[in-house]
């Protein structure tokens, strides 16, 4: 493991190392007998959680765990007094009324969503809130050179007046790393930061908390790719069901895949990609030729020259780093909402089509489900029932007037066929956890009962058994006939799932191969060439 | 799972603590009824009971009509993450424009109405082309639409002044009430008609907040303790029966407040029951999902405002016809009444969330603020600050339960 390479990078602070060899012993975070309720859902009872100094501690657990709800009582998100039981740093305790309190205590989180604000420089989004004062201004030149030591520090090697919307999502996330270390934070706790990150990125970052911790930075890691978990954590913590299941350590060799899975699960999974018949029929469900698009926003063409088919009955993959133009495909294929200028011909089953609106690929049988699943995907602010039947309320209306019954129990279908866990389906899709949120988008698309499944990263951010739910269900609709196009950057899950794999590379298919063909290495070279 | 379903408890000390649950996690929906209730016996205290008196609901009624149809549209347009400005001199104008077509072309009142409402909502449907389809942003589009209409007033009435109204038609819209049922002639210091509407308005709620409960119970949903749910049914009886019994003391039911009754009714339908409802909230609640389910962003801003631009002509006609004339000045301010009563009734301003039903009552919550303040001689200067006091207060309630209960 890295720890015992010292970083190439000056740590600015040179103490800092020293500082945390003295100390080893005491736990530098303690949450004691935490205990958080939301109406209707018990998300921790009685959990603790202890991290010692300098150490990069994973904490895993199924959607809905309570994982991120831990952190946000460890950050103030949750203030002292909505929650019971006690914070220690330190050993001292702590009662953060607000995010500010912990940041003064050094807790700094980054979320999932990135906090940046898109059209300000990366100097200034590193500094704000923190901005460097002379007398009651701002010292820009001061700004500017304390933003490139941070900047280096993390690695991130782009202009500081850069504004963080031209930067793509892997150097958004140092940006967020750069602003937490910008001030001397002690606990730095990331919630799923390689979710939305390539390998290469993902590998950097993970690189980048080795380094940190060579620093002295302890790090909390909430992530549910266990590989990287098993890669990098000193210590890996267990939720269930809002309870700690157990603490692993590395050193002592308890780190191991199944195990985590057990103990996440509470069974035993062997083989995550649940086996299914390969009985592709001959028929072209779909296909594009010629696709062409051109972005007239970026003034760029994003697709050249596409050629791709599925047949009924399979599971195509589409595989390729992220940024290569898998969405972009897909979303000009499903009635072109950023308006591309396309040009090409689409075929499904046989019948040339155009679509101007999604409406009208909708009404033709596709169905999109979207990459990102907060942003274009749900409406949070409206419940379970209003998210799964939007893209359909025709069925469930007479004369425009909604049947409220049907919708029910529809919603309650998918509810219960997708196992999605909350309280009740009038619960705003906003209260649920990641994964959760996710099955609720997929219920949407399987609601308008589509030929052709398009799902662009249908796993993200989704915990192994829910995973294995995902893909049994892919499986059950294949074999009902759906066809499947499934993009993904995961390749063990290309590998695992698809009948035919496509790779994408900077807009172009690079390369197509049945999956008994296919390796890891070989889609690698043709998404990256 | 959720202690709300608990449908027991017939000890007092559960009956409080229930009442005291219910309304805590209900607060926001709640709040603004509380609000206009205190209101209400504040100004009826300090007016020695003018305020409650027959006389004074119905004027205080229809004074409301025309703001009140206002921020039934205003609702969904702020609920669309837009905002129109244009809504107040649009109807001012558009109230000239009936005058107009009364006495200086001679039409028939039942040609200028729906004339005057088609002319709306091709204003509307202006906006929404700027908008939506060049997208301008709404702030812009609609004040540009403001000085364009105000212009429009002053040129309309600039021969004339003030064009005055002779259709007793027309004008019974803002003074006129419902007739009484043909017949009945005992009982001659009560309106008849006014009471039996009042008593099957009662009926009809009580029988669907009923058959609303079973359906819930059915699906295992969470629905009120029985005796909040009596408590609820009882209060809200009483309510209505206590104002029908006032209207019915003076002249019966405006013709103001049935329009408002129609207007409330008809918009609360489509947005809780249709599908076109729920699509306006969902391009609210977030626009590039609901494009991406299908649903057409640019068709719901023209149907927005197009209603928006209608409502404003029904508003600006309800004006003038309470006046029986066309002023100068018709339609000033009257937007920022509207986005006020819509506020204050609950919308949101990120987008997706307020009810026509909330928005009615803010609007007879600033309504009654001006009333109750002018009954008690209150200078106008005075008058501004409080309101503008309520809605800051409205907007502070919002934010601050935003995160409570569901
Ligand atoms: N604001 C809220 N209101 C109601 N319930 C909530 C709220 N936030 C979280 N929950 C519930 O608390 C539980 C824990 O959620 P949390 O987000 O902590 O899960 P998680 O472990 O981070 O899951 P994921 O891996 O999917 O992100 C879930 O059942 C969730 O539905
Ligand atoms: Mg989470």
Redesign the pocket.
Known sequence: MGETSFPKLVSPNPQESAHVEGTMAEPLLEMRNITKT??G?K?LSDVSFEVNKGEIHCLV??????????MKVLSGVYPHGEYTGKIFIEGVEQTFHSIRDSEKAGIAIIYQELALVPEMTVYENIFLTNEIRNGPLIDWNETVKRASEVMKRVGLDVNPAAKIKTLGVGKQQLVEIAKALSRDVKILILD?PTSALNEVDSENLLNLLRDLKANGVTCIL?S?KLVEVIGIADKVTV?RD?KTISTLNAHAGEVKENVIIKHMVGREIDNIYPKREHIVSDEIMFEVRNWNAYNPALGRKILKDINFHVKKGEIVGISGLMGSGRTELALSIFGNPDKYRVDGELYIKGKKQRFHHPNQAIGAGVAYVTEDRKGDGLILIQDVKQNITIANLRALSKRGVIDFNSEIQAAEQYKQSLNI??PTIE?KV???????QQKVSLGKWLFVKPDILILDEPTR???VGAKFEIYTIMNSLVQQGMSIIMISSELPEILGMSDRIYVVSSGSITGEMPVEEATQEKIMNLATN | MSSATTTRGSKPVSFISNIARVLSENVREYGMFIALFAIMIIFTITTEGTFMSSRNIVNLVNQAGYIAVLAVGMTLVIVIRQIDLSVGFLGGFLGAVAAIGMTQWNLPVYIVIPMVLVLGILAGMIIAFLVGQLGIPSFVASLAGWLIYRGAILVVTEATGTIIINDDTFNALGNGFIPEIPGLTFWPEIHKLTLLLGIIGIVMLIFNEIKNRKNKLAYNFDVLPMDVFILKLVFMSVLIGAVTWLLAGYQGLSWTAVVVLVVVAVYNFITTRTVLGRHIYAVGGNPEAAELSGIDVKKITYIVFGSMGMLSALSGMLFASRLRSATTTAGTLWELDAIAAAYVGGVSAAGGVGKVVGSIIGALVMMSLTNGMNLMGIGISYQYMVRGAVLAAAVIFDVATRNRGK
Request: aromatic residues 4%.
């Open positions: 939301f109406p859902v998300a657990g199924e959607n809905g765990a309570g994982k991120s709800t831990l799923e909430i549910h939720l809002g866990k909350t619960q906003m209260n649920l956890s990641g994964g959760n951010g989704i915990d």
